[in-house]
């Protein structure tokens, strides 16, 4: 009986062996990390090693932090130089303290009295409350010009109102897409906003804008919610006028869209930057609980600074999500979302820049 039972055990380990080296072969085919990553062949979902620099059919043939599955996750080989920690802090976020105060809670010229701050010629050309259709309340929109850099800025305010935030997560919670009209498949909240932005009036104004500054680059920018229309709109902005360099910051941003929406900002966007924080709990969302159901991806490049945002204490990653920046900080808390930079940017009922 044991001899039985030994034979047929080194012929099923024999079998599996088998399997196994038959499905090495299917991905082996495969020689760099955007041809495999994501890969189905033969029912076999391929993944690229980064520790033996190969094609692998399963996760546990190498360290799971050394596993790529999704394409656009792939490590990027150029790392931008022009990153300003400074200009973040100074110009960027003044542009972002601005669109938050576009809302019924501010009062008037609230947003003027954040860019007054800055030593730019700077002027407010448009700020758009916008209804929204999905969760009955606003996203706001600010559009601007800095004349000494000569762009045109266009903010977005993050959320403001418990409502919102709880519509948000309900959304992630449900794994609710739908499809993005410039490409892809986009969270639906987003998706709906964008519409709701659009049907507004946001093309006739940005157009006036670019009419009055024809030579003008953009600029594209929002914190949390704001980051992610800031995200989806840079690719609109970008397609609508394709002669000119459009620029992406994003602080705090959540996940939005597929990994073909995420494609296009890569082949659309001039220049693109993702600012987190060690332990913000929102760029990791919407929650992940699986890699092969359809979830949202992160575009590149995430800027990585430690937990309390000094000058110049961050890292420019080298792939959109990496165990090595945020998505390896176990450890979560509010106050992570809500200051950069030394600034407040909770986002509440809020009055003049002081």
């Known amino acids: 009986m044991e001899v039985v039972f030994s034979f047929f055990f080194i012929k099923l380990t024999g079998f599996i062996l088998f399997v196994q080296s038959l499905e090495l072969n299917q991905c082996r085919q495969f020689t760099s990390c955007e041809q495999c990553a994501g890969v189905v062949d033969s029912e076999v979902s391929c993944r690229w090693c980064l520790e033996t620099s190969k094609c692998i059919p399963s996760k546990y043939l190498c360290h799971p932090w050394k596993t790529v599955l999704h394409g656009i996750n792939c490590p990027i080989s150029k790392i931008p130089t022009t990153y300003s920690d400074r200009f973040l802090r100074t110009e960027v976020a003044a542009y972002i303290q601005a669109a938050n105060r576009v809302s019924e809670y501010s009062p008037v010229g609230a947003p003027m009295s954040c860019l007054m701050k800055l030593p730019s010629a700077v002027a407010v050309l448009y700020e758009l409350d916008v209804p929204t259709s999905l969760e009955g309340r606003t996203v706001g929109v600010l559009i601007g010009v800095n004349h000494d850099l000569q762009h045109i800025f266009i903010g977005f305010r993050s959320t403001n109102d418990p409502v919102q935030f709880v519509s948000q997560f309900y959304v992630f919670m449900m794994g609710w897409f739908e499809d993005f009209p410039l490409g892809g498949r986009m969270v639906a909240i987003y998706s709906r906003m964008y519409r709701d932005i659009l049907q507004f009036g946001f093309d006739e104004c940005l157009g006036k804008a670019v009419e009055k500054h024809p030579t003008y680059s953009l600029l594209v920018t929002g914190h949390s919610l704001g980051g992610a229309m800031a995200t989806i709109f840079s690719l609109h902005v970008a397609m609508k006028y394709p002669q000119k360099q459009t620029r992406l910051y994003s602080l705090s941003a959540p996940r939005s869209g597929d990994e073909t929406f995420v494609k296009l900002l890569n082949q659309y966007i001039f220049e693109q930057f993702r600012v987190v924080r060690d332990g913000d709990f929102v760029p990791d969302s919407p929650f992940r609980v ?60 809020l009055g003049y820049c002081e």
Do not use: R
């Open 290 to 349: 699986s890699q092969t159901i359809e979830t949202a991806h992160h575009n590149s490049f995430e800027i990585f600074y430690g937990s309390h945002m000094a000058v110049d204490n961050y890292v420019i990653c080298d792939q959109p999500e990496t165990e090595y920046c945020l998505k390896g900080s176990w450890w979560k808390k509010p106050v992570a979302h809500m200051y950069l930079f030394d600034q407040n940017f909770y986002n509440y009922h």
